[in-house]
């Protein structure tokens, strides 16, 4: 079953509920005391830049992706969701239109102020950390190693949450464990690396590798552990289609590394503003995204 057309949108305007905040891709709002709105648009980021240009249907694919994961990893984990139908806490035809196949009601959680990263290859920030010191985020590893290899076993490498505009920074795991005492440390070391290795063998099997992702937890009032935000999406996770990874290059992908590739080849200082993208871009960028939800899934888009 095909997911609906969505409208473009590149910044939601819901009126009828206080905005909490804007992300790089979601906008937030409070639906009173302990639940959100999370509103997923159709922006883009890259280096940490919201680029002017939207991405049609990015915002359904990755609440599509996001929503078949969370059911899927609901046995691992409790998760953010609450059934309710964004529908029914917004005011009028035009807000349901905002929110229609591209939002959802959360229950209200306090983050824990990391990401989770799990890594099954050597890639990206890993692979520069790997060829200087020999190791990711203190984690020692084999030598001689090459850029997207698989390691011999997947492993937890978080990061501080970043505020908008910065860059999320790699920190070693006696770090986090000052952040959020020793037994929760232990607790998302060990949640992340289950959930990373039951969705890598599905996803196997239906022709993605997935390299890295990453994946965020919060806690409710009594301290018990949920899964929140977004849940190996191509925007954060690294998805590889299996036929066409290959030792020593940094494979195609499905996620917006494409456009990465893209604006490596301007003159462009990576500061806000960022540029805008040929309709080409567009394009096969939006078909990349529309590619991993109906590989993972089965869903094709509308």
Not at 212 to 228: P, S, V
Not at 261 to 277: A, F, M, S, V
Request: hydrophobic share 40%; aromatic share 8%; glycine share 8%.
């Amino acid at each position: 079953m095909p997911i609906a057309v969505t409208p473009l949108l590149f910044e939601s305007t819901i009126k009828s509920l206080p905005l909490l905040g804007r992300g790089k891709v979601r906008d937030i709002y409070a639906v009173g005391e302990d639940k959100l709105l999370i509103v997923t648009t159709d922006r883009l980021s890259a280096f940490d830049v919201i680029l002017p240009d939207p991405i049609p249907g990015k915002g359904s694919v990755l609440t599509a992706v996001a929503g078949f994961w969370f059911g899927k990893l609901a046995h691992v984990i409790p998760n953010q969701l609450t059934g309710i139908d964004p529908e029914t806490v917004v005011a009028d035809a035009a807000e349901k239109d905002q929110v229609r196949g591209r939002a959802l009601v959360v229950k209200r959680l306090k983050p824990l102020p990391i990401e989770a990263v799990a890594r099954g290859y050597l890639i990206g920030s890993g692979w520069k950390d790997y060829q200087a010191t020999g190791a990711v985020c203190g984690i020692a590893l084999p030598p001689g190693l090459q850029q997207a290899q698989q390691l011999p076993e997947p492993i937890f490498t978080p990061a501080t949450k970043a505020e908008m505009g910065d860059h999320d920074e790699n920190i070693d795991y006696a770090t986090v464990e000052k952040l959020i005492g020793a037994e929760l440390a232990k607790t998302v070391k060990d949640t992340t690396l289950r959930l990373y290795r039951e969705a890598a063998a599905f996803a196997r099997v239906r022709g993605i590798i997935i390299a890295d992702t990453k994946f965020e937890f919060g806690q409710d009032e009594a301290g018990r552990l949920y899964l929140i935000d977004e849940v190996l999406t191509p925007d954060s996770s690294r998805f590889w289609p299996a036929d066409r990874y290959k030792l020593g290059i940094s494979p195609p992908s499905f996620d917006k590394q494409f456009v990465r590739d893209y604006l490596e080849t301007l003159d462009w200082n990576k500061q806000t503003p960022g540029p805008r993208l040929p309709a080409e871009i567009i394009a096969k960028t939006a078909a990349n995204y529309h590619e991993a939800l109906t590989r993972l899934t089965g869903i094709q888009a509308g």
